[in-house]
């Protein structure tokens, strides 16, 4: 029997497309083979991956003028392939911290920094505020030239989220790993938007990156290829085999998405689902989320306990529930919901029924 | 209905695997969830991909002071990783050219040369003997001190295969993407090993690295962690989110093997279904193969018709009968027949069969 699952990546996928997954993992469409044994190069193939192209433009209304590739290694290779990509000779990125994974994209471009002389410069952290909130644009301190502004829209461990776009003359780069195709965005704000799949877009092990197309054709000499944006939207994300089975199971996710009714759609589920969980914790004195309001995470929802020592036995019994992977990142502790495209309104409900009676049973 | 498919990769998967896969897909082992939704470091998930693991050393009795990493970005991210983790400041790396992979890993390990005065020596190729035979290794022109020595066992374009493991003085690498677990393998002669898996292993979009354990920790500084040895060692292959569903499969996989009877069993298969069809090849006055005897692939077999004009023909007859991807690579045409450990002898034996018959009717 599926249960609820609130784990955090990789997360839960939405079952009509498993369901369609397996039925068709045999023998797709009479082809006599599985999608993941027919070559990458194949008419079929390259079908199915043209139209998970196409609806993902579509979903995103994805400007022409930019790439779409399906790469590999996650957001983390990413960090790595920004920098090789984007900061040149003496150039200085700025980069905003608002939590663990803005760190670990700005400890990569830092790795990269020796090759060239470039330079990292934290424009804006909310690390004083212990990363409740996001730090107002007005107080960032931006390069004049910038190679490029990175930021992190959504952070998955914090639970904290920007409520804007930033502004800024540098192109601007978003790791959107656990918030992409949560609501409608306006793309053409952007340089490059990135995302591992494995939160809102399908299986682990593959990797979205929008690109705009005048930031290609710049990357470092030594780049390796599969890093090079200007090499992968040349080569259709196919310079080598790609994950098939993820790029064609996104493409899944992306009908269901469009069949759902698109992101509008999506972003109203997503607030009501959101809303109907933090009202809760706000109305009770058990439960607790410290972010400040205006920035807390529609998709990943940290909480507390009134006593700490409940975790455990908060853990079991929910599990016991069918209400799976509740537990906060290692790094954090306490509780965490990550309700992504995936969860319907009733598992959020069936998560507030349980906590409403836990607490009642050990407040 | 299944065919018998002959493509050289993303290759045909064990029916069993795939149909286990199929009933696990929406709830793996009364977990309430697919293998893909649940995180890589839950208890249940990591029993999977250590039992993978162990599997693996099983089936290659692989040393324990080697590391087996399970890796994204196919073997082509590992031409770049290779240089970037093991060819150190004005160091030369021997690599021997055997064909267009040899010579892919080649341009990459030369395109990382600029970062650190480092060089490529080809030690040995068989271009003037176009890619029909091995060179000798009496014949090479190996490097003092090189940092390692590359090759390319089995290369899947041009069906060529070493017969001997070269003996070097300096760390011997291999790109085994097209010929691991076809055969037992003495991994104490390697300092790495590496392999895409979707030939072989599983599905496209994991790499198996097994790696020396005194070749970690020397990567050049600005190595993106997730191209550094040492790092993905060190955090067993989850510095990031691993592509979770190949890694699971590729154990579904090892544990066929296990079941056929390990390396030994999977080689007597494989050179009896490689010798059914050269044995025909050679016998026939229509098809020909031209790798020298010794050097012939176990794995990928290319072959020409008498006349080059009958191959659309030949193509679409194979097709209409069930026989799968004859097509030779785009780069050289031809034909190609490729017989992995999953494509059955009965499947080689009705391709000689239709082949038979359609020399009969065009010969």
Chains 1, 2 share one sequence.
């Not at 790469?71 to 980069?95: H, K, V, W």
């Not at 994974?101 to 790795?111: L, M, N, V």
């Amino acid at each position: 029997m599926r249960a609820y699952n609130f784990c955090a990546g990789p997360a839960a996928i939405p079952e009509a497309v498993l369901e369609r997954a397996q039925q068709e993992m045999l023998d797709w469409h009479q082809s006599g083979m599985s999608i993941m044994e027919m070559s990458h190069r194949s008419a079929e193939y390259v079908s199915v991956a043209e139209k998970a192209e196409a609806d993902l433009r579509q979903l995103l209304a994805i400007p022409a003028n930019y790439k779409v590739l399906f790469l590999q290694g996650g957001a983390t290779l990413q960090f790595s392939a920004i920098a090789f990509n984007l900061l040149g000779e003496g150039q200085t990125a700025d980069y905003i911290d608002t939590g663990i994974w803005s760190q670990k994209a700005i400890d990569d471009a830092k790795r990269f920094n020796a090759l060239n002389g470039s330079h990292v410069n934290i424009a804006a952290s909310s690390q004083a505020d212990q990363y409740l909130s996001v730090p107002a644009q007005s107080t960032w301190q931006l390069t004049d030239n910038a190679a490029y502004v990175h930021y992190t829209p959504n952070e998955t461990i914090g639970g904290l989220a920007f409520d804007f776009i930033p502004q800024t003359d540098a192109p601007l780069i978003a790791d959107f790993s656990s918030c992409i195709l949560s609501e409608p965005l306006d793309v053409s704000r952007f340089g490059l938007i990135y995302a591992g799949a494995q939160k809102n877009i399908g299986p682990a092990g593959l990797t979205l990156v929008i690109v705009r197309e005048d930031l290609m054709g710049r990357a470092h000499p030594v780049t390796p290829p599969l890093l090079n944006y200007g090499v992968e939207a040349k080569n259709g994300s196919m310079l080598n085999t790609p994950p098939t089975f993820g790029w064609y199971l996104s493409g899944l996710v992306f009908e269901w998405l469009l069949e759902q009714g698109g992101l509008a759609a999506m972003h109203a589920k997503n607030h009501a689902k959101a809303k109907y969980l933090y009202d809760f914790i706000d109305g009770s004195d058990f439960y607790h989320n410290p972010i400040a309001h205006p920035n807390r995470s529609m998709m990943n929802v940290p909480f507390t306990l009134a006593d700490a020592g409940l975790e455990k036995t908060f853990l079991a019994q929910s599990q016991a529930a069918g209400l799976l992977n509740l537990a906060g990142h290692r790094s954090v502790g306490g509780m965490r919901a990550s309700i992504y495209n995936a969860m319907p309104l009733e598992g959020v409900q069936a998560l507030t029924q349980f906590m409403a009676e836990f607490a009642k049973q050990n407040g």
